[in-house]
């Protein structure tokens, strides 16, 4: 295949966003993004550029069997930290991996999708 970014000194965010128009943040499964992280992921990208992040496995493998305040409020707390990129039309969807061991649910999994933020 060969190298993908050019140099070193050149940010790998701007080469990116020159060649494909989304990117898919897994980052965001594996930690809650710091705030300046998610403002440089908008100042750095271009106007119509679309971001497409994991919610945290905190949200979905350790709090989901729970659904109540605690999942809420993990939820309310991902969602205020993408504020930045979906007030400025940049992010996509929302990506939800499940644990393997998830059995699905439909009323289990309506009511977390019912606690999900709006907008």
């Known amino acids: 295949m060969g190298v993908f970014y050019p ?3 050149e ?21 809650f993004p710091q705030s300046g992280t998610v403002l440089g992921w908008n100042r750095f990208s271009p106007k119509d550029f679309i971001f497409c992040a994991k919610i945290p496995q905190t949200i979905t493998h350790d709090k989901l069997a729970d659904i ?5 409020s993990e939820l309310d707390r991902f969602a205020e930290l993408m504020l ?5 039309g940049k992010l996509g969807c929302l990506l939800l991996q499940m644990p393997p061991k998830y059995k699905y649910d439909l009323n ?6 019912s606690v999900l933020p709006h907008g």
């Open 7 to 9: 140099t070193s000194t």
């Open 11 to 31: 940010s790998k965010l701007k080469h990116y966003t020159q060649v494909f128009p989304t990117a898919e943040i897994d980052s965001t499964f594996y930690a």
């Open 68 to 72: 109540g305040p605690s999942l809420e």
């Open 84 to 88: 930045p990129l979906n007030n400025s």
């Open 108 to 113: 289990h999994l309506e009511s977390f999708l």
